[in-house]
């Protein structure tokens, strides 16, 4: 019998990084995500179905003007693509660590990626809810999924990197 975990978004937190001006990072949050993931058994290594999706609208950097122009046409291009979708599908482990490799759509574009993933432990919390955590990790390039725009200063400098760093800790509660 299956088991399925949903993500506590309370406990969760998606980010990406992108170098600006190719002398500082900026970071940025999905606020509004989900994470379904079946497993045959508690353990992690039996997952068979691994389904995350962010809403774009979500997107925040700290910075109004910026989360405008990342949700436009330039980038990501809410109006008509609203979500990013990753679809997990083998879920390779070696003890606490684990690639797992998928596809993500952004922009209508799908194109498989590895992320690294850490299995923090599970553990039962104080209202019997048993939970699952892990850290995950991985980098794209952004042009490969039509996020092109692209500026350069008036000294030749590139205004934002093609790689784009992925980050999460996600922490999954045992449904049922």
Do not use: C
């Not at 759509?105 to 194109?111: D, S, V, Y």
């Amino acid at each position: 019998m299956a088991i399925l975990w949903k993500i506590d978004p309370a406990h969760s937190e998606i980010q990406f990084k992108v170098k600006h001006l190719m002398i500082t990072t900026v970071t940025g949050y999905f606020r509004t995500f989900n994470l379904e993931v079946e497993t045959e058994t508690e353990d992690f290594h039996t997952a068979k179905r691994i389904e995350f999706t962010a809403d774009i609208d979500s997107i925040d950097t700290n910075n109004d003007q910026r989360d405008t122009h990342l949700k436009s046409a330039d980038f990501f291009d809410s109006a008509n693509h609203d979500q990013l979708r990753f679809v997990g599908g083998k879920y390779e482990s070696h003890g606490d660590e684990a690639k797992l490799h998928g596809d993500l759509t952004i922009r209508g574009i799908t194109k498989p990626i590895t992320l690294d993933v850490e299995f923090m432990g599970t553990v039962v919390d104080p209202y019997g809810q048993y939970k699952a955590g892990f850290t995950v990790k991985g980098k794209i390039k952004r042009k490969e999924f039509n996020l092109t725009w692209d500026a350069v200063t008036e000294a030749g400098s590139v205004v934002v990197s093609d790689d784009v760093r992925l980050m999460a800790e996600v922490q999954l509660i045992k449904q049922g």
